[in-house]
Antibody
């Protein structure tokens, strides 16, 4: 059974750097075709795709946020870390990590429960 | 960026109704489309991928179709547990974009 869980601060101040950790089980990030993505959702708004890391350490970022995002993996710990610099109140959202499997592209077949991050001074 | 436009943004329907949600891409996406269902306070759930392929465990009343820029999600007979918000997502381009969502409410 695949599970993922996000962890990190619930409150960050403007201009600070956010570090979120996705801890997963039930799959290995060294298996071909597998990846872990990050998606966020501001309160009451739509989903926004942020970043994805593949089993081979290839990475993809949202172009509009690329300068602020870094995604890394620690295969031995079954963790993926997302950092976002220069946080702003508009970055207030629930942040989800999700298991990516190959479906002709990126399908996010299992999601974490999400973690709400509030940006406020 | 490929923009994904869903319509309608919300709809009211009754149990047993046939419901259709449309997703239009700003350029062709070659069936690189997934549909997700999200209930309040919960994470999204993958329903379909490759425009028409049903994810394992998803009821067969859900179906998808389309090509090029226009895609649809159909629920053949709406059940109480289907009241939720539905999102399309393209994975054709580097920036994987979601639609703005369609909320299906009880009439």
């Amino acid at each position: 059974q695949i599970t993922l869980k996000e962890s990190g601060p619930t409150l960050v101040k403007p201009t600070q750097t956010l570090t979120l950790t996705c801890t997963f089980s039930g799959f290995s990030l060294s298996t071909s075709g597998v990846g872990v993505g990050w998606i966020r959702q501001p309160p009451g708004k739509a989903l926004e795709w942020l970043a994805l890391i593949y089993w081979d350490d290839d990475k993809r970022y949202s172009p509009s946020l690329k300068s602020r995002l870094t995604i890394t993996k620690d295969t031995s710990k079954n963790q993926v870390v997302l950092t976002m610099t220069n946080m702003d109140p508009v970055d207030t959202a629930t942040y989800y990590c999700a298991h990516r499997r190959y479906c002709g592209g990126d399908c996010y077949s299992v999601w974490g429960q999400g973690t709400l991050v509030t940006v406020s001074s | 960026d490929i923009q994904m436009t869903q319509s309608p943004s919300s709809l009211s329907a009754s149990v047993g109704d046939r419901v259709t949600i449309t997703c239009r891409a700003s350029q062709g996406i070659s069936n690189s489309l997934a549909w997700y269902q999200q209930k309040p306070g919960k994470a999204p759930k993958l329903l379909l991928y490759a425009a028409s392929r049903l994810e394992s465990g998803v009821p067969s009343r859900f179906s998808g179709s389309g090509s090029g820029t226009d895609y649809t999600l159909t629920i053949s007979s709406l059940q109480p547990e289907d009241f939720a918000t539905y999102y399309c997502q393209q994975y054709y381009s580097t920036l994987r974009t979601f639609g703005q969502g369609t909320k299906v409410e009880i009439k």
